[in-house]
């Protein structure tokens, strides 16, 4: 699904806002400052900090001391102040729950392996958890959606029970526009949510049915993302609110697996996108072991900001995770998840950013400040942290724009917005992209939920209008689509692999256009005298 959006479907919404501050920088100097964002810089960035001495950049390694004194450097060289009390860091902490590979999980008489058929764990801070024949249920999608007239646990006692769940939501599986919200993936159909939804419910616990094109990855993200260190928050209460074991099987195992039941796995799944819909997988149970390696630590956020020069209390953030999935030392040959699109292209892009707003000879009217977040490949955490703990408040936060694996494959004539619709930043990324000689279009893939799975989901929760685009359908020209195809092949299936590595051939122009644009609505937010809103249609809005 692609939606053009034209600047006069949109005026009204940038009418509201473009009255001026009293900034006194002139057309040239912010002219200036868009064109110093550049490939070489940009492309320096990327390299050093997707570099195998980064190690993959893991939360709580030596690789996020690395990332951490690399942006220092960078932000106070370029005159950001500390934006955490004197302190670039904001402590995150941490805690490391690695299971055991040496684990089989046995249903209907047969022990399936791990990788090859599951991936199993546990949230619980636990060095031993196992589910010993629990009955398993299938709940179609494992949603509660009281605004969507949806339960699929509606009379159900799951306690002691492993559910099995499909991913994605209905609306996926029917493409009818009117169901959640059609082919564009909602909340409900993040694997997070299905897990936290099965340990409200109380079950023992909770597997989720892999499919590639409902998930928008293939089984291999999986193994690499599931696999080793998984981290979580240190509570007091240990996740013992969490189901005792969560984790995926491959849809090939559901097949069996329906099929011992007396089940036949498409006709169930068709069920189950036609209303809420639950049934027992009669005859099966689960049993398996988690063995689990525990380790508390501590990780950081990194948080610099330009006071603005008449309202500095306001702030303007940019944001990106810094982290990626480390080095597997179980992985042989090339076992450095280097995580150079995911996301070494969206850290680098914050400093050229930021570079650009320190080269304006009067700051902004309003704070600009750039937020690095840890862990967000498990789960959104740094973001997660920083919302519950804001070093600025939400009421103090006027915008967020999030920098997310930027375009590697050159210019194009659009931009795409995830989660298009949903504020007036969308108007003033349009007004920005005229100037580039593009349009805004929508996520050209929504079925993946994208708008819930990048960090500012959790500023979007605050209440705090989020932008997150990038990237683009429509090459400018004959070359640019050529190569376009080639480094797609390049790149199929890299997404969490090894081979997300820098690569000297990649085009960056397009991700500099993105880069400016990004540059020009932060600018812009900071010098209009209104606030950007949600649209009255957002499911957020200021608290």
């Known amino acids: 699904m692609k939606i053009k959006m034209t600047l006069s479907a949109l005026s009204l919404a940038i009418v509201a806002g473009c009255a001026s501050t009293t900034s006194t920088n002139n057309d040239n100097a912010v002219k200036a400052a868009y064109d110093s964002i550049n490939q070489t810089q940009l492309a320096e960035h990327i390299k050093i900090l997707a570099s195998d001495e980064f190690g993959g950049r893991a939360p709580s390694s030596e690789g996020e001391k690395l990332t951490l004194d690399y942006l220092t450097k960078h932000f106070k060289a370029l005159g950001f102040a500390p934006g955490n009390n004197g302190s670039y860091l904001q402590e995150v902490p941490l805690v490391s729950i690695e299971a055991d590979a040496n684990m089989t999980l046995s249903i209907g008489g047969k022990a399936y392996e791990y ?315 349009a007004k920005a992209a005229k100037a580039q000689n593009r349009t805004i279009a929508g996520d050209p893939n929504p079925a993946s939920g994208g708008y819930y799975r990048s960090d500012h989901f959790a500023f979007a929760n605050m209440g705090v209008p989020a932008m997150y685009a990038g990237g683009g359908t429509t090459a400018v020209d004959e070359a640019t689509a050529n190569y376009r195809k080639r480094m797609s092949l390049v790149l199929k299936g890299c997404y969490h692999q090894p081979c997300d590595r820098y690569r000297e051939e990649w085009d960056l122009s397009g991700a500099v256009q993105d880069l400016q644009l990004f540059f020009q609505v932060g600018f812009d937010v900071s010098e209009q005298t209104e606030w950007p809103k949600w649209q009255a249609t957002s499911e957020f809005q200021r608290k």
């Open 115 to 429: 990788k090859k058929d599951m991936v199993m764990g546990t949230a619980r801070i636990s060095e031993l958890q196992s589910l010993d024949k629990s009955q398993l249920v299938f709940v179609g999608y494992g949603v509660n959606a009281p605004e969507y007239n949806w339960n699929d646990y509606d009379g159900l006692d799951v306690k002691g029970k492993t559910v099995v769940m499909l991913v994605n939501d209905p609306g996926f599986a029917t493409k009818e526009p009117t169901l959640f919200t059609g082919e564009a993936m909602t909340y409900y159909g993040r694997w997070t949510y299905k897990f936290e939804e099965a340990s409200r419910q109380g079950a023992s616990g909770a597997i989720i049915i892999h499919e590639t094109a409902p998930a928008s990855y293939p089984w291999s993200v999986v193994e690499n993302s599931w696999s080793g260190p998984q981290f979580g928050f240190q509570k007091d209460n240990n996740n013992m609110d969490r189901v005792a074991v969560e984790g995926w099987i491959t849809v090939d195992v559901a097949k069996e697996l329906f099929e011992k039941a007396g089940l036949d796995f498409e006709q169930e799944k068709a069920k189950a996108a036609m209303g809420a819909y639950h049934t027992e997988l009669k005859g099966l149970d689960a049993s398996v072991t988690v063995k689990s390696k525990i380790q508390k630590s501590v990780s950081y956020n990194f948080i610099a900001t330009l006071p603005g020069s008449a309202n500095a209390d306001e702030h303007v953030i940019y944001s990106a995770h810094w982290d990626h999935l480390g080095t597997d030392p179980n992985r042989e040959g090339d076992n450095i998840y280097n995580g150079a699109h995911d996301n070494a292209t969206g850290t680098g892009g914050m400093i050229e950013v930021a570079e650009a707003f320190a080269m304006l000879p009067t700051r902004p009217s309003r704070s600009i400040t750039f937020l690095a977040v840890t862990a967000e490949e498990q789960g959104l955490l740094g973001s997660k942290y920083y919302a519950a703990n804001p070093v600025i408040p939400a009421n103090q936060t006027v915008a967020n724009v999030n920098m997310d694996s930027l375009n590697l494959l050159g210019k194009v004539k659009d931009i795409n917005v995830v989660g298009i619709g949903k504020s007036e930043l969308d108007a003033m990324l």
